[in-house]
């Protein structure tokens, strides 16, 4: 007997990332698109705003009215102030979910887990999902633990609402969770201006640069003084 096809309502769908991932999910013949968000395309199908003939979903302008629509897997890809809200709503409505949006808080993640947990559903947080980023986050962790003292520079484009994003804030945590940094200097005895020093995230200085033509990026700077 043949297993039907895993249902999948996607919010963000008219996106730089999710239209991206409807082609992708429309290529598979175990996933099917059942309904999309995206206030600024509501009440149209969303194979004709993308040109895509395979796709045939509706799109909605909320994630509860997508979700009237029962869907097993939800995946979320809008931005960070409407992300949590969706997600719980989600929850609420028995769909698994997976959070491809970056920006949301530990504060965020805990309460989800809670409501993930009450009503025995699973969330995969990947606020990014470039192998690379897997990678540095991986080697830098490797560097902290023996390295002891590094900063974060995290680069986007111009119109990117949150700082730091979602990659950075997770990098510091993780990074603190294998060495916490230790400047020569204590960032509160900084003489001048302090925010000259970047936001402070899970004991590590974070700074944001946004301007036009960058791409979403992560660097992260560790300095060791060798003494002979």
């Known amino acids: 007997m043949t297993a ?31 309904a999309a968000v995206s206030r600024t395309h509501a ?33 979320e890809y809008t931005k ?10 989600a929850l609420e409505h028995g769909a698994h979910v997976v959070v491809g949006t970056s920006g949301l808080t530990e504060q965020d993640y805990a309460e989800i887990d809670i409501a993930a947990r009450r009503h025995a559903r699973g969330v995969l947080g990947v606020g990014n999902f470039a192998l690379t980023v897997v990678l540095m986050q991986k080697y830098a962790e490797m560097a902290a633990k023996l390295i002891p003292q590094w900063e974060i520079i995290d680069y986007a484009h111009d119109d990117k609402v949150d700082a730091p994003s979602g990659t950075a804030r997770e990098l510091a945590a993780r990074l603190s969770r294998a060495h916490r940094p230790e400047p020569t200097v ?5 003489t001048g201006e302090r925010s000259a020093r970047g936001a402070t995230l899970a004991g590590a200085q974070v700074h ?8 979403i990026s992560a660097e992260v700077i560790s300095a060791c003084l060798i003494r002979g």
């Not at 082609?23 to 059942?34: K, N």
């Not at 944001?208 to 791409?215: E, I, Q, W």
């Open 4 to 34: 039907a096809p895993i249902s999948v309502c996607l919010a963000g769908a008219t996106g730089w990332a999710g239209s991206e991932l409807a082609r992708a999910i429309a290529s598979l013949s175990d996933v099917v698109l059942v």
């Open 43 to 75: 009440e149209q199908r969303l194979g004709e705003v993308l040109d895509d003939a395979r796709i045939t979903c509706p799109i909605y302008a909320s994630a509860a009215e997508a979700l009237a629509s029962r869907s097993d897997v939800f995946v």
């Open 80 to 89: 960070p102030d409407s992300a949590k809200a969706n997600v719980l709503a």
């Open 186 to 190: 204590p960032v509160e005895q900084t």
């Open 208 to 215: 944001s640069v946004r301007l036009p033509g960058f791409v």
